[in-house]
């Protein structure tokens, strides 16, 4: 279950409002809570790595794909989707990119399928530029169809990453890690020049309920207000949804 993004936001009034420490904008309260869901997402992989998926033996996804994020990884299965990757053999480029819709964070399992009797969809060991080059030219190391290799580098459409695999394989999907969607706050203008929400056009934040209370700690902290404490932020969010029930009614 996602956050609800007004749901933050009127806690954020109520607070700062509680606090007399003045009023957010919507379009000041968007800028901070695109920071702070960043900020709380990337605390994730605190080391920066990525995720790879080297073990050619293991053809489990999912679970097996955040193996090292056993306790936080309820938290990252909403930014888990497969990719389907394209070749892009323009000059100077000739790799695999990804040209969909969402921003790639990082990498997880590589597919290359190689079409043909027999068919074969194997996982594809990602490795350096410099490795791929040293075993791409022995007869001994070469990959194979079975066991293809990959490597990543810059320069595809846009910026993105471009993913060179050997031998070429026919269709290319990777199981990714997507970058939340920028939450956003949307709303029309009352009769006297008010804000009113507008829940159809609205974006919620992408991380799991649970980092309510975080995500609304971390926006008051760039308002000016410290928290300490968790269960005051929870009784402003019950207190602030009351108000906006009562203005309603």
């Given amino acids: 279950m996602a956050v609800n993004i007004n749901t933050v936001y009127t806690t954020v009034l109520y607070i700062l409002n509680k606090e007399q420490r003045g009023y957010v904008t919507p379009t000041e309260f968007n800028a901070l809570a695109t ?12 080391d920066g790595n990525q995720v790879n998926r080297q073990n050619q033996k293991n053809t489990q996804n999912d679970t ?26 323009g000059a100077g480029i000739l ?8 921003t790639i964070y990082k990498l997880g399992e590589i597919i290359s399928t190689y079409t043909g009797q027999p068919q ?25 169809k079975q066991h293809p290799l990959c490597f990543t580098k ?22 990714c890690l997507f970058k939340p ?9 009352g009769s006297v020049g008010q804000y009113v929400y507008n829940a159809g056009t609205s974006i919620d ?8 209370t975080n995500l609304i700690t971390g926006i008051l902290k760039y ?12 009784t402003a969010a019950q207190e602030a949804m009351k108000v906006e029930q009562n203005e309603k009614s």
């Fill in 205 to 212: 934040f992408e991380l799991d309920i649970s980092e309510q």
């Fill in 95 to 102: 790799g695999w990119e990804y040209t969909g819709a969402g």
């Fill in 35 to 46: 920071q702070v869901q960043e900020e709380i997402f990337n605390s994730y992989f605190p």
């Fill in 120 to 144: 074969f969809d194997s996982i594809t060991q990602l490795t350096s530029k410099s490795d791929f080059e040293k075993i791409t030219r022995s007869k001994l190391t070469a990959p194979t």
């Fill in 223 to 234: 308002a000016g207000v410290i928290i300490n404490d968790p269960t005051i932020i929870q």
């Fill in 181 to 189: 969607t920028e939450p956003e706050w949307k709303f029309t203008v």
């Fill in 154 to 175: 810059s320069g595809g459409t846009g910026g993105s990453v471009l993913i060179k695999v050997s031998p070429q394989p026919n269709n290319l999907n990777i199981n």
């Fill in 64 to 89: 097996e794909f955040f193996n090292v994020f056993k306790d936080i990884s309820y938290k990252l299965y909403p930014f888990e989707k497969s990719a389907a990757f394209t070749y892009n053999a």
